[in-house]
């Protein structure tokens, strides 16, 4: 399945429909079903959010494919290069919110819902691969 989507954080609920019903094509659990939906919202937020230096309309695409094992998903955006796996684990030691620094907790949760993530810049594309053991 390819999603092109619009740098409009309205979509998000067009992709994650969109994930929905390809869970349920490919007969994916609810439990997976969720976590695919939750790695799709968390990344296409951060595409959303921070890619775009401009006000300017811009797309990008999300693609998923389904084997036997695993769902790969792919992200690929022309924003500003930013690898997010190099970012700094945060610290989840605090119970206290307000203790905790803004950001950072996104990909952590999607490193922990998926098998492996890998970022690399093609070109001018940013492409982010998560794959997903169903």
Do not use: W
């Not at 994650?16 to 939906?37: G, M, N, P, Y």
């Not at 695409?61 to 695993?70: A, G, P, R, T, V």
């Not at 098998?115 to 492409?127: A, C, F, I, M, T």
Request: some cysteine.
């Amino acid at each position: 399945m390819l999603i092109e989507i619009e740098n409009n954080i309205e979509e998000i609920d067009r992709a994650c429909d969109l994930t929905r019903a390809f869970c349920l094509q490919h007969k994916i659990s609810d439990e997976k079903c969720h976590d695919i939906t939750l790695i799709v919202d968390e990344i296409m937020t951060n595409i959303i959010k921070y890619a775009y230096s401009d006000k300017q309309s811009h797309t990008f695409s999300l693609l998923m494919e389904k084997n036997d094992i695993h769902i790969a998903i792919c992200f690929l955006d022309d924003g500003t290069e930013f690898d997010p796996l190099a970012a700094k684990t945060p610290d989840i030691s605090s119970t206290c919110i307000e203790d905790r620094p803004i950001g950072g907790l996104g990909i952590f949760i999607v490193r922990q819902l998926a098998e492996d993530v890998k970022y690399s810049r093609v070109g001018n594309l940013n492409r982010l691969d998560i794959v997903v053991n169903v």
